[in-house]
């Protein structure tokens, strides 16, 4: 995607998250991998009243080019990029949030939607957000580990989370989402568009979850197999 389409793609991405109630205020950000260097909003930005001549630019090793200055999650965008790549070699969007019900699903003493997911072959165990409850979250969003809570900026979050997105494609089951405990989702997928649609399944499957629980069901074995051979789903 060439700078101008990125710039544009990112305003209107976030406009359309705004407008429909998946941010708010200043929360979130959006970044998009070009050619020679990263575009993401600025900080403090309203995603609903982006200006494409706006968005920060960085290079490669962050540093500043033009536009305002970056918001300071960067290097957590830049670090997701990277270790994305050898699953999805496309990956140049990533989009945070504080999405509501994802947010919900963290901060709710009785909330019973966590798993744990691990693998003989590593030692390291994970929360996951959400179970398996409906097709498409399983088709469209896959596995979404839950980050345990550090505050916004913190310097351990990207190395953590590249940890996490190595071991899970180790296993066969490469991610698309992590969930930062009590702040939101961070999804990341080829286009903004595409990484929009994504976070967009995994807000309503939470609602859902939210909404249901304590008696939320789940696709058995069987069922997410047959998701696997028909839909090429990766769980």
């Given at each position: 995607?060439?700078?101008?389409?990125?710039?544009?793609?990112?305003?209107r991405v976030?406009?359309?998250?705004?407008?429909?109630?998946?941010?708010?205020?200043?929360?979130?950000?959006?970044?998009?991998?070009?050619?020679?260097?990263?575009?993401?909003?600025?900080?403090?930005?309203?995603?609903?009243?982006?200006?494409?001549?706006?968005?920060?630019?960085?290079?490669?090793?962050?540093?500043?080019?033009?536009?305002?200055?970056?918001?300071?999650?960067?290097?957590?965008?830049?670090?997701?990029?990277?270790?994305?790549?050898?699953?999805?070699?496309?990956?140049?969007?990533?989009?945070?949030?504080?999405?509501?019900?994802?947010?919900?699903?963290?901060?709710?003493?009785?909330?019973?939607?966590?798993?744990?997911?691990?693998?003989?072959?590593?030692?390291?165990?994970?929360?996951?957000?959400?179970?398996?409850?409906?097709?498409?979250?399983v088709m469209?969003?896959?596995?979404?580990?839950?980050?345990?809570?550090?505050?916004?900026?913190?310097?351990?979050?990207?190395?953590?989370?590249?940890?996490?997105?190595?071991?899970?494609?180790?296993?066969?089951?490469?991610?698309?989402?992590?969930?930062?405990?009590?702040?939101?989702?961070?999804v990341w997928?080829?286009?903004?568009?595409?990484?929009?649609?994504?976070?967009?399944?995994?807000?309503?499957?939470?609602?859902?979850?939210?909404?249901?629980?304590?008696?939320?069901?789940?696709?058995?074995?069987?069922?997410?197999?047959?998701?696997?051979?028909?839909?090429?789903?990766?769980?």
């Open positions: 995607m060439d700078e101008k389409l990125a710039r544009q793609e990112i305003c976030g406009r359309s998250l705004f407008e429909r109630g998946l941010v708010h205020s200043s929360a979130g950000n959006i970044s998009v991998k070009i050619q020679d260097g990263f575009l993401i909003t600025p900080t403090d930005a309203v995603l609903g009243f982006l200006d494409p001549n706006h968005i920060s630019k960085v290079d490669h090793n962050g540093n500043h080019i033009s536009g305002d200055r970056p918001s300071k999650t960067l290097g957590l965008h830049q670090a997701i990029v990277q270790a994305s790549l050898k699953s999805y070699p496309s990956t140049s969007c990533v989009i945070h949030t504080h999405s509501t019900y994802c947010v919900a699903l963290t901060v709710h003493k009785t909330s019973g939607t966590f798993l744990d997911a691990q693998d003989a072959s590593t030692t390291r165990v994970y929360k996951e957000l959400l179970a398996p409850i409906t097709p498409y979250f469209k969003v896959g596995h979404v580990p839950l980050i345990p809570y550090k505050r916004p900026g913190d310097s351990n979050v990207p190395s953590l989370v590249s940890q996490v997105i190595e071991d899970y494609a180790t296993r066969g089951t490469p991610i698309r989402s992590v969930m930062l405990s009590a702040l939101g989702p961070l997928h080829d286009t903004p568009a595409q990484a929009m649609a994504a976070l967009e399944e995994l807000e309503e499957s939470a609602k859902l979850s939210f909404l249901t629980q304590p008696h939320s069901s789940c696709l058995d074995n069987a069922q997410i197999q047959e998701l696997r051979d028909v839909f090429k789903a990766v769980w």
